[in-house]
């Protein structure tokens, strides 16, 4: 064994840690190299200062609070990815919204599509009537017009405000 | 622009001036094949009614009442006619419609509308001028109720039905141009439906080109609220054009048959129409899926047809809108209300 491999283990020798073969080593070592007994003598009196130093008393529950601990960690750790729930329920209700719009923009074309249908459909009848040679072309273009309002989006006339003409 | 051909510019003249003379056998009534009139038989008198705008211009002043919904409305027009098939409206009163004006080149129509600044582009409603007075005859039922006069004119009063089904139009035709100068539309349910009758008229003046050209007032835009098609005559290409399927009945009950069909769209509808006639009376019949067309919000409710169904009328024109396997139909024609919904009943049951 090299000198600072000696030196290196002095410290567990000096406290019987070491197995019984690596001991009588040292032993030996030591007791013919002067440098590792001024070293081990350094070390014995180390740890005769140490040893008088008075040893700080634990809180009772320190066990119970450190594994404590130790168990909070990882489940924190474990849901760190997820938001704080203000913020998931914002971003649920929007998903919803978006996903609403289309349904939403759908409907109101429905509406508006049965809206206009009748006006649509009797302005694209009326060419179809006048092949009728007797039929009186005022009549005609008195019905398409009104229908021409509605499908242009002007609602006054029709037969809703029919009224002011009785 | 269609022409007619000047023998029947002149044969509908001379027929005018040398047939119908006036005379006290006028009083009698018949039908077609009757000689009455100083000799003149009914067809000849509805062939001078055919073929008189083609060879009569006139301006004058008309007044149209329209049962539409429960209300009878009324409207004042000026109305000048320009050989063959032209035609300038100026509307008069309510003041809701006051200061519209129609203009029909016969190709197209334009129709401004004063008080939204907007001039709406549309097909011709100008009468056709191909008429086969024979082909009309045989599918039309008509009588010779007499003889009256209108606005100082003489007029022989005519009672037309179609020769299948009801309803019944009447014409006080002048005597001596063969212009309508009065009109009646009978319902045998409602009774009298609509009418429209000259207060003043002139013939024959020097009735100027330019009034029949489209000219409004600067900076007023034109729009065409439906899109233009052309009709189709395969199923296929028709259900291609809109997208989706359509019930397509070759023959409908009365004698109407399929005539063409064509894609219709305007604004968020789309629908594909077909066109049934049965010689005097047209049929649209108009198909949209129930999931892009909602239930109609306006019309009276018809309990036979389901809960969404309903009917609309203008005059002696109906319209029943309801719902069935999911498609949205719509059946368009100048017949009685129970029997448009009849045929309703017989294209597709509600469900």
């Known amino acids: 064994m090299s000198i600072h491999r000696i030196q290196h283990d002095l410290s567990a020798y000096l406290d019987g840690e070491l197995p019984p073969e690596e001991m009588a080593d040292v032993r030996r070592h030591v007791a013919q190299c002067q440098a590792c007994q001024d070293e081990l003598e350094e070390l014995r009196s180390t740890k005769k200062l140490l040893g008088r130093l008075a040893q700080p008393e634990l809180p009772h529950d320190f066990a119970r609070e450190l594994w404590s601990r130790i168990e909070q960690k990882p489940r924190q750790r474990r849901w760190m990815w997820l938001p704080h729930p203000a913020v998931a329920l914002a971003a649920i209700a929007l998903a919803l919204v978006l996903a609403a719009v289309p349904l939403v923009r759908g409907h109101l074309e429905r509406l508006k599509a049965a809206e206009v249908s009748p006006d649509l459909f009797i302005r694209t009848y009326m060419p179809i009537v006048a092949e009728d040679p007797l039929m009186d072309r005022a009549f005609l273009t008195l019905i398409t017009t009104d229908a021409n309002l509605r499908l242009v989006g002007d609602e006054a006339r029709g037969e809703a405000r029919g009224d002011s003409r009785r | ?351």
Request: glycine residues 12%; hydrophobic residues 40%; proline residues 8%.
């Open chain 2, 1 to 351: 622009m269609r022409r007619i051909g000047s023998m029947a510019v002149v044969a509908s003249a001379c027929a005018a001036v040398v047939l119908l003379s006036p005379g006290p056998a006028w009083m009698q009534t018949g039908t077609q094949g009757t000689r009455m009139l100083g000799g003149v038989t009914v067809a000849q008198i509805v062939t001078h009614a055919l073929l008189a705008a083609q060879t009569v211009d006139y301006e004058g002043t008309k007044v149209l009442s329209v049962l539409r919904g429960p209300l009878m409305e009324t409207v004042t027009v000026n109305e000048a006619h320009k050989r063959p098939n032209r035609m300038r409206l100026e509307f008069l009163s309510p003041e809701g419609v006051a200061g519209r004006l129609v203009v029909d080149d016969g190709v197209q129509t334009w129709h401004y509308e004063p008080r939204i600044h907007t001039v709406i582009q549309g097909p011709s409603l100008g009468a056709p001028i191909d008429v086969r007075t024979d082909r009309w005859m045989e599918r039309h039922t008509v009588k010779l109720l007499g003889v009256e006069e209108v606005i100082g004119r003489t007029t022989a009063v005519l009672s037309i039905q179609p020769r299948e089904g009801r309803g019944e139009r009447r014409l006080w035709i002048d005597r001596t141009t063969g212009i309508a100068l009065r009109t009646e539309d009978r319902d045998p349910a409602d009774g009298l439906v609509a009418t429209t009758y000259f207060t003043r008229i002139s013939y024959a003046l020097n009735i100027p080109d330019a009034l029949f050209r489209p000219r409004f007032p600067a900076g007023a835009p034109v729009v065409s609220p439906t899109e233009p098609s052309r009709p189709l005559v395969a199923v296929g290409a028709l259900e291609k054009a809109v997208g989706f399927r359509v019930i397509v009945p070759p023959s409908l009950p009365g004698g109407f048959t399929l005539q063409g069909g064509e894609p219709v769209t305007g604004g968020p509808v789309t629908a594909a129409r077909l066109h049934y006639s049965d010689g005097a009376r047209a049929l649209a019949l108009f198909v949209a899926p129930a999931g892009r067309l909602g239930p109609p919000g306006r019309g009276a409710a018809i309990a036979a047809l389901g809960p969404q169904a309903r009917a609309l009328g203008w005059g002696g024109t109906r319209m029943v809108q309801w719902e069935s396997r999911g498609q949205r139909l719509t059946l368009v024609g100048q017949l009685p209300l129970g029997d448009l919904i009849s045929l309703a009943e017989t294209i597709a049951p509600p469900r």
